[in-house]
């Protein structure tokens, strides 16, 4: 017998509280003697942030390939091993954030990424979480907080992409709907009035729950 990998990503729009809420469910994990892998997808090593950039260039069809093949470089070797090895991996920001984004012109459709990305077997997550926050909020919590050494870089993507902001809240909200759609657990968390522990005992109380020994 062996435990079933789980697979959670946090996503949501810059400043929302994605950090805040990883970090109270590993700590909250650790209390439980649960191990989990974390990874945040544009800050990996080897993850090619200029090659993505360079693609914005060339439209957001393209921008979504150059995210894909990277996001596939990445699970292939950071979370396809830790899932089959039966452990718990907790993504920042995934597959809902080409939802969002790359689809804002409407060059390109939520139904066109999901079909990219299955056609590249990208793992789907047994949960999505998405966090969300009115941009005013957003924005108060970016001037609060010191730039990390990540987003001094001229390549760091997060931010990159910010130029259409309420879109971008607005859309998650769609994402949402559209994952549902697809049958996926999703817990969509309001974060201008987010309670971090109680919601961090919502997805706590998931992973207990769908932790599970199956036989091999």
């Known amino acids: 017998m062996r435990k079933k990998g789980l ?10 509280g994605k950090d805040s809420i990883i970090g109270q469910i590993l700590k909250d994990l650790d209390t439980l003697n649960i191990k989990a892998v974390s990874i945040e997808e544009t800050k990996e090593e080897n993850y ?3 090659k993505i950039l360079l693609a914005k260039k060339f439209g957001d069809k393209k921008v979504a390939e150059a995210i894909i093949e990277e996001r596939n470089k990445l699970y292939s070797i950071k979370v396809i091993p830790q899932l089959q090895a039966g452990n718990l ?3 920042n920001r995934g597959e809902p954030t080409t939802l969002a984004y790359q689809t804002l012109k409407n060059k390109l459709t939520m139904e066109d990424a999901w079909i990219m990305h ?3 077997d990208i793992p789907l997550p047994n949960l999505i979480v998405i966090t969300n926050c009115s941009v005013e909020e957003a924005i108060r919590r970016e001037k609060l907080r010191k730039k990390s050494i990540e987003e001094k870089d001229k ?3 997060s931010g ?6 309420k879109q971008i809240h607005a859309n998650y909200k769609n994402v949402k709907n559209f994952l549902g759609k697809k049958g996926l657990s ?3 968390l309001d974060t201008d009035t987010m309670d971090v522990p109680e919601e961090s005992q919502e997805i706590v109380n998931f992973i207990k729950n769908n ?6």
Do not use: L
């Open 155 to 157: 390549n760091f993507m």
């Open 48 to 50: 090619d942030r200029k």
């Open 7 to 16: 697979f959670i990503v946090v996503d949501g729009p810059s400043a929302s």
């Open 118 to 120: 299955r056609a590249k």
């Open 89 to 91: 991996v907790i993504a």
């Open 160 to 165: 990159k992409f910010t130029s259409a902001r």
């Open 186 to 188: 999703v817990i969509y």
């Open 211 to 216: 932790i599970n020994y199956s036989h091999e």
